[in-house]
């Protein structure tokens, strides 16, 4: 669904990411993990077109992901951020029905997806009158979930979403989440500092450092084969062979 070819990144003239190469599969779950500053969200907001490669390429199912084509491919791609990124002056009705409502689709269509987004992920049907301030944490990210799916996209980007939220709400989400997208199935691409949450989520990782690609694999390639001494000193500082099991 993603494609990256040779991309490289710079700000100020320092090298964010790159250069690298990468294919997400379609209708599976990728999880870009690695340590602050490797480069994580940059690659995020390259795929979604939010900034533009100085070198290389990146194709969203198999178009450039240009200036010109960053608009037409963000309907199709659903961007979720941590703790929703949600707009405080609306409801949580307002906020996942904003794009739809920019677009001109019919009300009544646009009500009916809100109630069964609501359902997907067991929002309280009464809280959705209500503003982000008045939400929980975890309810505000499920409203941003919900926004994201709106539009029915093709791919889900998640830029640590749960990061923010206690254990006890992160684990609850976590399970919801990764149901969501089974039943779904969409391409998810997701990233994390947390070796243990892309284990659940994702059919394979890519581990980054310093904006380059240490090792893509399932996770037991990443502990049982792991191709940089890097690897194993980082599932170690997770505790690996437990987030593993």
Not at 1 to 16: H, I, N, P, Q, W
Not at 53 to 65: I, S
Not at 80 to 92: E, K, N, R, Y
Not at 176 to 186: A, N, S, V, Y
């Amino acid at each position: 669904m993603f494609s990256l070819r040779d991309v490289e990144k710079s700000y100020g003239g320092r090298t964010a990411l790159g250069p690298i190469s990468l294919e997400t599969p379609v209708g599976r779950t990728t999880a870009l993990i690695g340590p602050s500053g490797c480069g994580k969200s940059t690659l995020l907001r390259l795929l979604i077109g939010l900034a533009g490669p100085h070198a290389g390429e990146v194709r969203f199912d198999g178009v450039p992901v240009t200036r010109e084509s960053a608009p037409a491919i963000r309907l199709r791609v659903g961007y979720v951020i941590q703790d929703g990124g949600l707009f405080p002056h609306l409801t949580a009705r307002g906020n996942i029905a904003l794009m739809a409502r920019y677009l001109g689709r019919d009300p009544k269509a646009i009500a009916a997806r809100i109630d069964e987004l609501a359902a997907l992920t067991r929002f309280p049907v009464d809280g959705l009158d209500r503003h982000p301030g008045e939400l929980s944490g975890g309810q505000r990210q499920r409203v941003g979930l919900m926004r994201a799916l709106m539009l029915e996209p093709d791919a889900l980007l998640l830029d640590e979403p749960l990061g923010a939220l206690d254990p006890l709400v992160r684990a609850e989400l976590q399970d919801e989440l990764r149901d969501i997208f089974r039943d779904l199935g969409k391409t998810v691409v997701l990233v994390t500092h947390d070796l243990g949450e892309a284990t659940f989520f994702a059919d394979r990782i890519v581990l980054l450092r310093d904006g380059r690609i240490i090792q893509e694999g399932t996770p037991a390639d990443l502990w049982h084969r792991p191709a940089d001494p890097f690897v194993t000193r980082f599932i170690q500082a997770q505790r690996g062979p437990e987030v593993l099991a």
